[in-house]
């Protein structure tokens, strides 16, 4: 498989001009950046993150609170099935429906510049209350035979429109 890019291919911080594009990055239930916008985006599932209703309700919230009143805001919200279309160095993504609940799978192993190989494993977990646990398992092993290993678990919730919808008008958005 290739490599991963050295740095990004695009950034959003080298268009211009630059005055008219702000990023924010923080606790999207608590974020008060002091200020309205006109155009709010929420990429790539970062709201699937707020995995329960009060965090779901409390980050719609603080979005409408930062919204001028004539702008919007834009929700990436993924279905999480997997695309053909999406390039080799993307797959697999963090979630893949038609894996088995509980199970370790092995995602991908590349090289390093330095020779040593570096692996993701991952296992994920449905819930009762709805909500998904995925776990990544991140090995280095290096030349000579010292390996380190990471382990973290993130907890998300797949929003159909309908109960997207919902949130949004419970808070005054349409």
């Not at 999207?28 to 709010?40: A, C, P, Q, S, V």
């Not at 776990?135 to 973290?152: D, I, M, Q, V, W």
Request: glycine letters at 6%; proline letters at 8%.
């Amino acid at each position: 498989r290739p490599a991963l890019p050295a740095k990004p291919q695009y950034s959003l911080a080298e268009e211009k001009p630059r005055s008219k594009v702000e990023t924010a990055v923080g606790d999207l239930t608590r974020l008060d950046l002091g200020r309205t916008f006109d155009l709010i985006v929420v990429p790539r599932e970062a709201y699937q993150l707020l995995s329960t209703p009060g965090a779901a309700r409390d980050g719609l919230t603080c979005l409408k609170n930062h919204l001028s009143a004539a702008g919007r805001i834009v929700v990436d919200l993924s279905p999480f099935f997997l695309s053909p279309a999406a390039p080799e160095i993307l797959r697999p993504d963090y979630f893949d429906p038609s894996l088995p609940d509980g199970v370790w799978a092995h995602d991908w192993r590349r090289p390093t510049s330095t020779g040593a190989i570096f692996c993701r494993h991952h296992l994920q977990r449905q819930n009762r209350d709805g909500t998904f646990d995925v776990s990544f398992r991140y090995e280095l092993a290096e030349p000579g035979g010292r390996s380190r290993r990471s382990e973290t678990t993130t907890s998300f919730r797949i929003y159909s429109h309908a109960e997207f919808a919902a949130l949004a008008s419970g808070i005054g958005l349409r």
